[in-house]
């Protein structure tokens, strides 16, 4: 395309350059969070993995900062996580900060690719600016299973024990150790619970409430499988006693119904906050979308809570409060009872409605002049949601692109809030503060610049912000 730089969101987090997959390593220390991202430096598409990097302190505006992680002997660097030694267990130095990977070997045999996989550690004592690979590297080696990576450590408390998450092929293989070295095989979970279309990748094991009761979730990315092709991220509530997961029951439960929100996880070492970033893209498509110089962004960082709807517990994923910073609330921008005018936005909005009546269809549709529409709509029939970006721009990089997302909604009848966030070409839907997500990237020629609504507009429910920096 002529401009490098037309499809770039504002508000999202984007490589300077090149390819870009899941995000590693986010973990806090002394007033900045780090972000670590899969990382192809030489070239817009997938192939030998680095770890990039940059840092922000409040989770908003990112800096960019030097690779942090180059591939080496072991192998190239795949995606996993960072901590805080606060104890100085693993002998780096007292707050250490240590980032667990995956060193994938690869080799090309009869012409087929095959792949090596061992756990690795790196630390910086500098707050991530330099970093040195651990000499006794690998520190988990393989147990004889193709696709064994994503390592997430986490803190125990209750048996005082770190605590690793892995991919095991379509299980999740848990961890334990008390130096951060040496790691034991405590259980593996997935037999028979969620979806299994493809490998379980990028698990998270995390601690959090649902009123005063604790309940444990672990997120896991299936690629294939997703709800609605190629990838996505499922979600299981249970408990953790140290050493296994136990689901509190058979459901397969959504992170996100959106195409678009891959293989997130949460920051470490940020208290009881239990904060999010995904990689908004798909595997089906994530290597020919219609960008050249930079490739994918990452989702909004949200808050992720546990929410009961008619009897039954959800992980709910919404925007943290910080992008109400640069967020500007925008008055008189009602055309009609039914339309918005967001001319001169540049596509890099927020919309909120409040109180949306479910007892009926409806629809909500942003257009522009050149006859690109995405539209929202709720079936009241089924009870679902559908996005649709078959004429949001550009579709045929991929065959399956254009096909209808839908999102299946626990609220029932009654009345919903609604919350878009648009920022260039992408698009993230919050129905009842993330109780169902939809997150879709879409590639427009031209920006927005009307919103029609089948409702008509009550201006003391609707918040329209313009996205100002
Ligand atoms: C998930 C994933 C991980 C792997 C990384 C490689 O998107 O396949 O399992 O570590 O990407 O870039």
Redesign the pocket.
Known sequence: TDNPEKFRPVYHFTPEQHWM??PNGMVYHEGLYHLFY?HNPNSSK?GP?HWGHAVSKDLVDWEHREIALYPDSLGTI???SAIIDKDNVAGFGKNAMIAFY?S?YETQEDGKRKRFQTQSLAYSTDNGRTWAKYANNPVLDNPGIK?F??PKVIWHEASKTWIMSI?EGQKIGFYGSKDLKKWDKLSDFGEGYGAHGG?W??PDLISMKSGTKDVWVLIV?V?PGGPNGG?GTQYFLGDFDGTTFKPHDKETRWLDWGTDN??GVTWSNVGNKHLFIG?MSN?LYANAVPTEKWRSAMTTVRDLKIVEVQGKNYLTSFPIAGYQKNLKAEANRLRSTHSLDIKGFNNALKLSFKGVDLSEDFRVVFENSIGEALSLHYSKKSGYFALNRSEGGLISFHKDFAKKMLAESPIGDGRCNLDIYLDKTSAEVFVNEGLVTITSVFFNEADFDSVKTSFSINPGNMNLYRYVK
Do not use: I, P
């Open positions: 997959n899941d899969q997938w993995m795949f995606s996993g995956t994938n696709a990576r994503d991919t490998v990748e990028c990315s690629n990838s891959y293989a990689w595997w």
